[in-house]
């Protein structure tokens, strides 16, 4: 299958090439030039199919044509070596836990599988000196840094604004050493992840270097995150809870809906989807005014969503031609305060005894406002609450269990280079490689 620019102004690239280059050399980003709709008959037994069942199913019609079936299959049964579970919360919202993972984050399926699809095509052309550059609010560093770790001709670089992610994420992947350098920057998500776009915009870098990105604008991070919905809605089937279901996503770089809106169009019975914002509500601007206006990002006790000029958007525009209202169609927004956030968490953990992390908590404020009569709430529980240990403590009062995976990170020693906020000095410490 081939790609196709967002900003329609380069010429279409086989998987390999979407893969290893990332972004489109008009800066646009990678969509797959058709969406293929799965058959009735896989919609009909999907309840009584496996995570990796399902999953390669969805890889196939992405990946099928590029990759032989044997070695396609070994990735998603390498990828997907833990379970997502559907919990039920209240009497008609569920929560999916995707924080059953390494690191206990939705991002380790799409940091996983990207890690091993880069491999096959390195592998396959005996390259040994691949750099693999991704910003990180948060959960993307570990998910990446961990799923890349010990693999070899590959180097990562993670990026991440010094001081605004949680003391545990950092350990995640400022403490791995081997194949991973934590880059720590004077500045927020927003101005990593430029840093990491003028790097693949920059002609000397290129020729210097053998350069990728595994944030989710690469299309081996993003379009494996489609797995969850069809998942979900399975385990939903098996409990008959799968008529008007509406799944609401905690949103910040937007690749995680977008994953989801590729699922309906292939076929996924999906009635309509809720994007959850924080105070960095960009998107839900959008909805308002239909104008798109981003705006430096601000920090908030849900900082996985702390981006004030989400990639992803491009995407989202691309798969409904620039159409405000057929957006508005499929995905409505909320947007909430760290106030409202914390109180959530509190009433959620004392009401129904079930703990949510900050993001979460957006997700199911979403839908306990605005879910209709009849239809089935969904909402993804993005990461571990223990990730962010003294937020939640603090607003619930009461001490959180810290997985034992975890702890293994916390005892190692934090590794970082600091950088300052400037595409000059990043460039001279990469061409210094």
Known sequence: MKYYSTNQQADRVSLRDAVVKGLASDKGLFMPEAIQTLPASFFEKISTLSFTE??????????????????????????????????????????????????????????????????YFIQQEGQTDVNVLVATSGDTGSAVANGFLGVKGI??????????????????????????????VEGTFDDCQALVKQVFMDEELNAH?????????????????????????????????????VVCVPSGNFGNITAGLIGKRMGLPIKRFIAANNQNDIFHQYLL?????????????????????????????????????????????????????????????????????PHGACGYQALKEGLQPGEVGLFLETAHPA??????????????????????????????????????EFKRYLLAL
């Open 54 to 119: 399902i999953a390669y199913v969805v890889a196939d019609a992405f990946f099928g044509e590029d990759i032989p079936a044997d070695t396609l299959k070994q990735i998603v049964e390498d990828t997907l070596s833990f379970d997502t579970p559907v919990v039920k919360v209240t009497d008609n919202i569920y929560s999916l836990e995707l924080y059953h993972g390494p690191t206990l984050a939705f991002k380790d399926v799409g940091g996983r599988f990207m890690a091993r699809i880069l491999g």
């Open 209 to 245: 270097l053998n350069l990728t990105s595994a944030n989710s604008i690469n299309v081996a991070r993003f379009l494996p995150q489609a797995f969850y919905y069809f998942y979900a809605y399975a385990q939903l089937m098996r409990m008959g809870k799968s008529n008007n279901l």
């Open 289 to 357: 005014s239909g104008v798109y206006q981003p705006r430096p990002s601000v920090s908030t006790i849900a900082n996985a969503m702390d981006v004030g000029d989400p990639s992803n958007f491009a995407r989202i525009l691309d798969l409904y031609n620039h159409k405000h209202e057929a957006i508005k169609a499929d995905i409505s927004s909320t947007t909430y305060s760290d106030e409202t956030i914390a109180a959530t968490v509190k009433d959620v953990y004392e009401t129904h005894a079930y703990l949510l992390d």
């Open 155 to 184: 180097q990562v670089f993670v990026l991440y604004p010094k001081g605004k992610v949680s003391p545990i994420q950092e350990c995640q992947f400022t403490t791995l050493g081997q194949n991973i350098t934590a880059l720590e």
């Open 387 to 424: 990730k962010f240990l003294e937020t939640v403590e603090g607003i619930i009062g009461d001490s959180v269990v810290v997985p034992e995976k975890l702890q293994v990170f916390m005892k190692g020693t934090k590794q970082t280079v600091m950088l300052p906020n400037s595409f000059t």
